[in-house]
């Protein structure tokens, strides 16, 4: 019961962020997961429903370098997404953190891709 109540409440806080955060075709919306072993980070144009870039510690170029989801691997993956994103256009995002809290690692993302480029 506790495992259910705690994917509820994730869940919840998931669906309240989403209510303010849209993403366009000119600033897309930027969502970063984390797991216990990988980190997930994607742009999204939500008009479109369509993923413009996509990057994560799976990436061949990134695994060889064996990230973990933690502060370090967050901000390796931070400037290699920033860096994706510029290339192919994309400028200015706006930030979901999927429900996470906005501190560690989460924080650290968002710092590195802040310091690649990126305007959120």
Do not use: C
């Amino acid at each position: 019961m506790k495992t259910i109540n705690k994917a509820r409440l994730l869940q919840n806080r998931r669906w309240r962020i989403r209510k303010k955060v849209v993403g366009t075709a000119v600033r897309p919306r930027l969502a970063v997961r984390f797991s216990t072993k990988h980190i997930y980070a994607q742009a999204i144009n939500d008009d479109a429903g369509a993923t413009l870039v996509f990057l994560s510690s799976l990436d061949p170029g990134l695994r060889q370098q064996k990230l973990k989801a933690n502060i370090s691997g967050a901000k390796v993956l931070g400037t290699a997404f920033a860096e994706k994103a510029k290339s192919a256009g994309i400028t200015a995002v706006v930030f979901d953190r999927s429900g996470a809290p906005y501190h560690g690692k989460v924080k650290m993302f968002a710092d590195a891709a802040r310091e690649g480029g990126l305007k959120f």
